[in-house]
């Protein structure tokens, strides 16, 4: 039975029920596959170029006339320096990016983005230091595709679906990692690193070209003037401080971003240094395993966090994240990496559950700046990180200090679980 009440009423009109009829929900339904269609693209493309960065940073050290274990450790730490440089930019535009979003709509920005990717992998296949640099300055002051992917799948999502809506881009991000690592290493390995990189710019001109195919997600432009406010990051930042709950999950959100990118800078190239000689299609196929959990978060996120509730799928993500990581630590060969990966990599589900439980908390007027804000703040940890965890890395591998070379992903393991005590006492606390 509809409940019976008057819609003039400010407060019992809030106790309707939002009802989606069947051909809304079937044209949401279309957008989101669109939607994911061009988000995978576009990382089908850069993993590409993402795969084989390291080892051709590897390869220029290498052609320097150094060893293999001194190149491996200066390109870890070069790598670190750039994505610094990357996020650092990214910690400033990102909330300003999901402002003017919200005032232009998503497209401007994401065609952007595509560009500024495409020119800082042609630096990789010039192989200029001073490029290098420069174009992950450019990236980092001009790239808002993760931002925008986020809101657009948050608005093309229906309301009570946010949460799979945001595991949709981790499903788009896990599709370009099934396979794709694995043909880049092979590519790789009988042309050569550089044409991988070619390759990328061509797929990231290819979504550019769908792009203009793709309906604006963002129906409902902002008419709000633009201030000196627009182009503040602390204006846009600050709304991460609405209320304790917010502010919560911001601070978990950031947490959990230093150990994605603590094992991100550092992974592959333990794995080249503790496990020497596998190829780069090998390779290529250890990578394409935490792309399994991340498909997987979509199902979970659809059917699995309604039914377990979103705060104890939080947990238990967080759980199985600390378990995965230290798994690292004790392989004796490189097969047994695959399975734990793949445990590891199911604590990605607590990204999109986190920002969902963030959303109900703003309008949708504000979507794009919350995302946007939130986005800034997990940029402080890929700005921090580069100058700690390769450094950290290189150290414990070096002869004459003490040999530990997963030393990284014991202190990542430890952060993981302090976030799974704070969450589960935070929410016990707040029931």
Request: glycine residues 8%; negative net charge.
């Amino acid at each position: 039975q509809p409940l019976n009440v008057d819609r003039d009423d400010p407060i019992l009109s809030t106790l309707e029920p939002t009802i989606i009829s069947k051909s809304e929900s079937n044209k949401s339904s279309r957008q989101l596959f669109i939607l994911v269609v061009f988000l995978s693209i576009y990382f089908c493309g850069t993993t590409f170029a993402w795969m084989l960065t390291n080892i051709r940073l590897i390869e220029l050290f290498e052609d320097a006339g150094m060893s293999s274990h001194v190149a491996e450790g200066e390109a870890v730490k070069m790598g670190g320096i750039m994505d610094g440089i990357q996020y650092f930019g990214a910690f400033f535009t990102g909330p300003i990016f999901g402002g003017l979003s919200d005032r232009f709509g998503r497209k401007p920005f994401f065609a952007i983005s595509i560009a500024a990717y495409a020119l800082n992998t042609a630096a990789y296949i010039t192989g200029d230091h001073f490029s290098l640099y420069a174009t992950k300055a450019v990236l980092g002051l001009s790239d808002s595709y993760w931002t925008m992917g986020l809101i657009a799948v948050a608005e093309v999502a229906p309301a009570d679906r946010k949460a799979f809506g945001f595991a949709l881009f981790w499903v788009a991000l896990g599709i370009s990692y099934i396979g794709f690592p694995a043909l880049a290493g092979l590519i790789s390995d009988w042309y050569g690193n550089v044409f991988s990189f070619k390759i990328c710019i061509g797929v990231l001109i290819l979504d550019l070209l769908l792009l203009c195919f793709i309906p604006e997600t963002n129906q409902k432009l902002s008419k709000e003037p633009i201030t000196l406010k627009t182009f503040s990051f602390l204006y846009q930042f600050v709304l991460l401080g609405k209320n304790l709950r917010v502010l919560v999950f911001s601070f978990i959100t950031v947490a959990l971003t230093l150990v994605m990118e603590a094992i991100g800078t550092v992974f592959q190239t333990f794995v080249i240094y503790t496990y020497p000689g596998l190829s780069n299609f090998v390779l290529g196929t250890i990578t394409g395993v935490s792309g399994i959990g991340m498909i997987i978060s979509g199902p979970l996120a659809k059917y699995v966090v309604p039914w377990v509730g979103e705060e104890l799928s939080i947990c238990i993500a967080q759980v199985c994240g600390t378990v995965g990581v230290l798994g690292f630590c004790y392989t004796t060969s490189y097969w047994q990496l695959y399975p734990i990966i793949l445990l590891r990599s199911l604590n990605v589900i607590a990204s999109p559950t986190i920002q969902a439980l963030m959303l109900e908390e703003f309008p949708e007027s504000q979507q794009g700046a919350i995302v946007g804000a939130l986005f800034s703040a997990k940029t402080i940890p890929y700005v921090v990180g580069p100058f700690i965890f390769p450094q950290l890395f290189d150290y414990f591998i070096t002869p004459g200090h003490p040999h530990i070379p997963g030393i990284v992903f014991y202190v990542v393991a430890v952060i993981n679980f302090l976030c799974f005590v704070f969450c589960a006492c935070f929410f016990w606390s707040t029931r």
